[in-house]
T-cell receptor, first 113, second 116 residues
Framework: DADVTQTPRNRITKTGKRIMLECSQT?????MYWYRQDPGLGLRLIYY???????NKGEISDGYSVSRQAQAKFSLSLESAIPNQTALYFC????????????FGPGTRLTVT | AQKITQTQPGMFVQEKEAVTLDCTYD???????LFWYKQPSSGEMIFLIY??????QNATEGRYSLNFQKARKSANLVISASQLGDSAMYFC?????????????FGTGTRLTVIP
């Protein structure tokens, strides 16, 4: 089984809808991240969490919110989706004792029409 | 200013040849880490290699090596004996240890195509 899982893997939604992307991990890491990937822009950080009580905004947090329900779960919400949020979204975890190497989930491809 | 710059949008290499993918970075931190990731067409992000700013030796992982030139702030990835399965996007990333933050900055990537 994968160490970092994301659901759904693909989603098409309409402008204005609320949508939640979920991430679960079995690596036991405290640190979790949400990134989005757009063609030609690489990956950009949306939010990160160093533990259940610590959540921080990343480079592009506007229009997004997150919830860290447990050490193993980190959810990303789009309260009112808009077309320019169409992207590939990655969840990742890391352990500062292990170079903080990011372990990525398989990604969620989100399309907002 | 861009934290990570990858100036090669696309590269071609003949199978079994070596190829170098360029990466330069910008930081004022003394402590940082440099990563390379591979993203095949299936979309997942695969960790390849890591170099710490205090590491004196260039990192190597099988056919991957990192040509780390600290004074020039470059961290080029060298792939030896290219294989068809190496065709993918390659991302360079840097982790800075700023106060209260610890995240990765990614470059825009290089698409490598291995020609049979």
């Amino acid at each position: 089984d994968a160490d970092v899982t994301q659901t759904p893997r693909n989603r098409i939604t309409k402008t204005g809808k609320r949508i939640m992307l979920e991430c679960s991990q079995t690596k036991g890491h405290d640190r979790m991240y949400w990134y989005r990937q757009d063609p030609g822009l690489g990956l950009r950080l949306i939010y990160y969490s160093f533990d259940v009580k610590d959540i921080n905004k990343g480079e592009i947090s506007d229009g997004y919110s997150v919830s860290r329900q447990a050490q193993a779960k980190f959810s990303l919400s789009l309260e009112s989706a808009i077309p320019n949020q169409t992207a590939l979204y990655f969840c990742a975890t890391s352990d500062p004792r292990d170079r903080d190497e990011q372990y990525f989930g398989p990604g969620t491809r989100l399309t907002v029409t | 200013a861009q934290k990570i710059t990858q100036t090669q949008p696309g590269m071609f290499v003949q199978e079994k040849e070596a190829v170098t993918l360029d990466c330069t970075y910008d930081t004022s931190d003394q402590s940082y880490g440099l990563f390379w990731y591979k993203q095949p067409s299936s979309g997942e992000m695969i960790f390849l290699i890591y170099q710490g700013s205090y590491d004196e030796q260039n990192a190597t992982e099988g056919r991957y090596s990192l040509n780390f030139q600290k004074a020039r702030k470059s961290a080029n990835l060298v792939i030896s004996a290219s294989q068809l399965g190496d065709s993918a996007m390659y991302f360079c990333a840097m982790r800075e240890r700023q106060t209260g933050a610890n995240n990765l900055f990614f470059g825009t990537g290089t698409r490598l195509t291995v020609i049979p």
